[in-house]
């Protein structure tokens, strides 16, 4: 998945391998989507990694817009 566009997300060379997380985490915007795909709710994801719940919410609203068919939901 590009997360090129999803101003929560980044990549940092040697965190993660440059895997895309969600800004100033080691959390992957992927981990956010799967989680949530099984259920899990903003709040839950967020308290889980301590994130923001508007930064799941972006992440979350990023993948619907762009990648709907590819999801497990």
Known sequence: MDWTGCDVVECV????????VVKHSRMTAAAVVE????GETFEEIASSFDLSPDDIRKVI???DEHYPVQRLA
Do not use: I, K, T, V
């Open 13 to 20: 060379p040697g965190r993660l391998s440059g895997q895309p």
């Open 35 to 38: 989680s949530y795909d099984l």
């Open 61 to 63: 609203a990023f993948a």
